[in-house]
C-alpha cells in the first residue's frame, strides 16, 4: 500500500522560508517521479513543482519559479520543497502525489497522479 505523508507546514511571515517533507512508502521510490501540489479555500488544486525519478529533471510553475526548489533524496524515500521568499498568496494546504506507474511523463496537472498524501497548511501572515 503507497503512503504518502507530508510535512513541515506552518505560520510564517512574507519573505520567511518553510521546508516541506513527503514520506513515502510502499514502493521503489527512485522508480517514480514525484510532485507537489497546493489548493486555496475555494480554488483548485493547482501544481507547483515536480521532478523526475531520477531527480534530474525539475519543474515549476511560474508562480514559485526562483523561490521554490524541489528535491528527492531515493536513500529516504522523502521528497522536499524549500520555500523561500514566502508571500501571502502562498497560503494553501499542499500535497504530495506520485502516479501510478514508473514510466509516467511528469505531469502538471491532478490527473497526472494517483496517490496523494494528507496535505500539510502553509499560512504567510502580510
Known amino acids: 500500500q503507497v503512503q504518502l ?12 522560508s518553510l521546508r516541506l517533507s513527503c514520506a513515502a ?3 521503489t521510490f527512485s522508480n517514480y517521479a514525484m510532485g507537489w501540489f497546493r489548493q486555496a479555500p475555494e480554488k483548485e488544486r493547482e501544481f ?14 511560474d508562480s514559485v519559479k526562483g523561490r ?3 528535491s528527492k533524496d531515493n536513500a529516504k524515500n522523502t521528497v ?4 523561500t521568499s514566502l508571500k501571502p498568496e502562498d497560503t494553501a494546504l499542499y500535497y504530495c ?15 497526472a ?11 504567510v501572515s502580510s
Open 25 to 27: 512508502s510502499g514502493r
Open 68 to 70: 521554490f526548489t524541489i
Open 48 to 61: 507547483v513543482a515536480a521532478i523526475s525519478r531520477s531527480g534530474g529533471r525539475l519543474y515549476y510553475a
Open 80 to 83: 522536499f520543497l524549500q520555500m
Open 97 to 111: 502525489a506520485s502516479p501510478l506507474f514508473s514510466d509516467s511523463v511528469v505531469g502538471r496537472t491532478p490527473s
Open 113 to 123: 497522479y494517483h496517490y496523494w498524501g494528507q496535505g500539510t497548511q502553509v499560512t
Open 5 to 16: 505523508a507530508e510535512s513541515g507546514g506552518g505560520l510564517v511571515q512574507a519573505g520567511g
